[in-house]
């Protein structure tokens, strides 16, 4: 399995301001992988964080909103900018463990916009 | 694009009792996993399951990859088995798509 530790764990924010959310991991890592889960709902994938590449969107998301950046093997950040109360979600890192078989996710970081 | 249903998306059971959850996908998978979130909001993986039966305690859960269904079994439900259950399809090597989920309440 992986260990990962995400920060912060929850947020209050107003509109208008960014929030960077850190992910961390116990090993080093080809992938890691951004999701929003909304209020009630199931998660979706936001970006693909590949060391030395720039991210890779799905659709529906785009750099300018969530910048992402992926320094080394172990780390990754993602800012939520320009925040509206729309972005009020969970935001999860997740990692492929071993042998590529099961992901496994950071504790979440639970983000409430007034 | 691939589509992935589970049901029933509310489940009430009283402890002690026995449960099957669902998932239908639309496609071939390679990859196909089961999770856990508890009331806390924890992610949890239960299964690798792209074919075939595993086990784990109380837990078990069949593929059915050529009918692409997954089934997910909890006997003897505790209070502690309460949350939401998602099953999961990799579209493209890395990304996962979810189903909606099934939320279980394990009343005691």
């Known amino acids: 399995s992986a260990v990962i530790s995400q920060k912060p764990s929850r947020d209050i924010c107003q509109r208008g301001t960014s929030l960077t959310i850190q992910c961390q991991v116990d090993?080093?890592?080809?992938?890691m992988f951004w999701y929003r889960q909304q209020p009630g709902q199931s998660l979706t994938l936001i970006a693909t964080?590949?060391?030395?590449?720039?991210?890779?969107?799905e659709s529906g998301f785009v750099i300018d909103k969530f910048p992402i950046s992926r320094p080394n093997l172990t780390f990754s950040t993602l800012t939520v900018s320009n925040m509206s109360p729309e972005d009020s979600s969970i935001y999860l890192c997740?990692?492929?463990?071993?042998?590529?078989?099961?992901?496994?996710f950071g504790s979440g970081t639970q983000l409430s916009v007034l | 694009g691939i589509q992935v249903e589970q049901s029933p998306p509310d489940l009430i059971l009283q402890e002690g009792a026995n449960s099957t959850l669902r998932c239908n996908f639309s496609d071939s998978v390679n990859n196909l996993q089961w999770f856990h979130q508890n009331p806390w909001g924890q992610l949890i993986n239960l299964f690798y399951i792209p074919s075939g039966t595993k086990q784990n305690g109380r837990l078990s859960a069949t593929t059915v990859a050529t009918e692409r269904y997954s089934l997910l079994y909890i006997s003897s439900s505790q209070t502690t088995d309460s949350g939401v259950y998602f099953c999961?399809?990799?579209?493209?090597?890395?990304?996962?798509?979810f189903g909606q989920g099934t939320e279980l309440s394990v009343k005691p």
């Open positions: 997740s990692v492929w463990g071993q042998g590529n078989e099961k992901l496994f």
């Open positions: 999961a399809v990799e579209l493209i090597w890395g990304k996962l798509i």
């Open positions: 964080a590949n060391q030395g590449s720039e991210a890779t969107y």
């Open positions: 090993s080093q890592v080809t992938m």
